[in-house]
């Protein structure tokens, strides 16, 4: 089982990006899932989770506003739509599924990641 994130790449500031996150096969359904972040030189970091239902979202407060976390279940993937990027939101992301299926920020109860991301804020 794997998790595949792709859609970032270098956007100027003010820009937008949707982040895609796709299970290899039916495991996602049931839980909740989670996009993370980390920048060079520090520590990752929660951005938006997503209960198994696509109901109940939390965020990151510098994202709130601005960051969207939604899921098609029948397409095993989560999406972040990523908007009025700003020079800050610059990091790698990375989505992951965690063993429960509530939205939760604990990276701890993530037990599977996907790669990164990279996504890159700049004029």
């Known amino acids: 089982v794997q998790l595949q994130a792709s859609g970032g790449g270098l956007v100027q500031p003010g820009g937008s990006l949707r982040l895609s996150c796709v299970a290899s096969k039916r495991t996602s359904s049931n839980n909740g899932m989670g996009w993370f972040r980390q920048a060079p030189g520090k520590e990752r970091e929660f951005v938006a989770g997503i209960d198994k239902k696509g109901i109940s979202t939390l965020y990151q407060d510098s994202v709130k506003g601005r960051f969207t976390v939604s899921r098609d279940n029948a397409k095993e993937t989560v999406y972040l739509q990523m908007n009025s990027l700003k020079p800050e939101d610059t990091a790698a992301y990375y989505c992951?599924?965690?063993?429960?299926?509530?939205?939760?920020?604990?990276?701890?109860?993530?037990?599977?990641w996907g790669q990164g991301t990279q996504v890159t804020v700049s004029s």
């Open positions: 992951a599924r965690t063993r429960r299926s509530t939205a939760v920020r604990e990276a701890g109860v993530y037990d599977l």
